[in-house]
């Protein structure tokens, strides 16, 4: 990677790009199917006291692990094009980053706890009253994580960066600007218990973020930005 005083060329600049879509595409590939499998303990706290389905657990939390790598990843590998131009940004893009997977580990770590409970605990009442908490811990680490930093980090911050900058078509990073601003509204309504998480406005606020990250990775990956020229000449 090209040091303080190299500037990028256009092709590097361009590879950078490409590169940031695929992370970002790894993202969804990875997450999507993490939690899906994670369901059996996340739906019943009694899990803890069943057969188990440990190896589906276990890999949930492999794809996850992939999606810390990922995330850190975006964010490391876009610096380079936007830290000339927006250097307090692309510092607070990469610590939001940063912030989100600790989320993310925290809740990796409670569901693999309830694994372990699960082979190695014997009371039954207080096997599932841990459990509960554990579960409940995880759903704490993606509304703060997934469900409000991701919506400063990768909503506003980002789409900002990218509207002002024009890597991306300004329409879509409005799109993630108003994805970011619904994200955050939306987690700050479910920590006050106005309305519930998971539910269906929690649900329809994520739509634009959904819509915003997807299309951001894919427009990169396809195009590695349709401005990295300006990036190389800086």
Not at 28 to 53: E, K, N
Not at 151 to 157: E, F, K, Q, S, T
Not at 167 to 180: D, E, F, S, T
Request: aromatic share 10%.
């Amino acid at each position: 990677m090209p040091n303080d005083a190299t500037p990028l060329t256009q092709d590097h600049a361009r590879r950078l790009g490409r590169w940031v879509g695929i992370l970002y595409i790894i993202t969804f590939a990875s997450a999507i199917p993490a939690l899906l499998l994670f369901q059996p303990v996340l739906d019943d706290t009694r899990y803890v006291l069943g057969g188990g389905q440990d190896n589906q657990i276990a890999f949930a939390a492999l794809l996850e692990l992939i999606l810390i790598v990922a995330n850190i990843a975006t964010a490391v590998v876009l610096y380079p094009l936007v830290r000339k131009r927006f250097p307090v940004a692309s510092l607070a893009y990469v610590a939001a980053r940063i912030m989100e997977c600790v989320f993310i580990a925290v809740g990796i770590l409670s569901l693999l706890t309830i694994v372990t409970l699960r082979t190695e605990a014997a009371d039954s009442d207080a096997v599932v009253a841990v459990a509960e908490g554990l579960v409940a811990l995880k759903d704490w680490t993606f509304l703060l994580g997934p469900g409000f930093v991701v919506g400063i980090g990768n909503g506003l911050i980002l789409a900002w960066m990218m509207y002002r900058s024009g890597l991306v078509p300004r329409g879509l990073a409005i799109v993630g600007l108003v994805g970011g601003a619904m994200i955050v509204l939306s987690g700050t309504l479910v920590l006050f218990g106005v309305i519930d998480q998971g539910g269906v406005w929690q649900g329809v606020a994520t739509i634009p973020e959904f819509i915003w990250e997807l299309s951001f990775g894919i427009y990169l990956a396809v195009t590695g930005g349709r401005t990295a020229m300006l990036f190389a000449k800086e």
